[in-house]
């Protein structure tokens, strides 16, 4: 089995007849983008603060997701400098994001589209906060 990459998160995320999949990403997603941010904590180019803040909303929408069945977890690899090195993780939570709304949008998840949107809005959030980590446009050391 080969190691999956942000755009096979992706395309999980937006398989509309697998709810289990679909959550399976959306729970990939948080664990990449949280151990990102313990990474990014310790950056000294970032504000360890707002680093924080990200794995914190990931790893409460993690929480609330049931983990994977199967598969392996994506390696965060070495980001980009400056805030474009982070978008690549902050478009998949927002991906993520979108993804969460959809389902909980539609009839047969009426039941769980409180939960769906709560997990949604940690996604945002998230990428929002992620964003935020890096101001400049990378420095040099």
């Given at each position: 089995?080969?190691?999956?990459?942000?755009?096979?998160?992706?395309?999980?995320?937006?398989?509309?007849?697998?709810?289990?999949?679909?959550?399976?990403?959306?729970?990939?997603?948080?664990?990449?983008?949280?151990?990102?941010?313990?990474?990014?904590?310790?950056?000294?180019d970032?504000?360890?603060m707002?680093?924080?803040?990200?794995?914190?909303?990931?790893?409460?929408?993690?929480?609330?997701?049931?983990?994977?069945?199967?598969?392996?977890?994506l390696?965060?690899?070495?980001?980009?400098?400056?805030?474009?090195?982070?978008?690549?993780?902050?478009a998949?939570?927002?991906h993520?994001?979108?993804a969460?709304?959809r389902?909980?949008?539609?009839?047969?998840?009426?039941?769980?589209?409180?939960?769906?949107?709560?997990?949604?809005?940690?996604?945002?959030?998230?990428?929002?906060?992620?964003?935020?980590?890096?101001?400049?446009?990378?420095?040099?050391?």
């Amino acid at each position: 089995m080969t190691q999956p990459t942000i755009t096979d998160l992706a395309a999980a995320l937006d398989d509309a007849g697998r709810i289990d999949v679909v959550l399976g990403a959306a729970w990939d997603a948080f664990d990449v983008v949280g151990r990102l941010a313990d990474t990014l904590a310790l950056d000294e180019d970032g504000d360890e603060m707002q680093a924080m803040l990200v794995g914190i909303k990931c790893a409460e929408g993690r929480r609330l997701l049931p983990p994977p069945e199967h598969g392996r977890p994506l390696e965060t690899g070495t980001p980009g400098s400056g805030r474009g090195g982070l978008e690549p993780y902050a478009a998949l939570l927002r991906h993520t994001e979108a993804a969460l709304r959809r389902l909980a949008s539609t009839p047969e998840h009426a039941n769980d589209a409180g939960q769906l949107v709560l997990v949604a809005a940690h996604a945002a959030t998230a990428a929002d906060l992620l964003m935020t980590v890096r101001q400049d446009g990378g420095r040099a050391s």
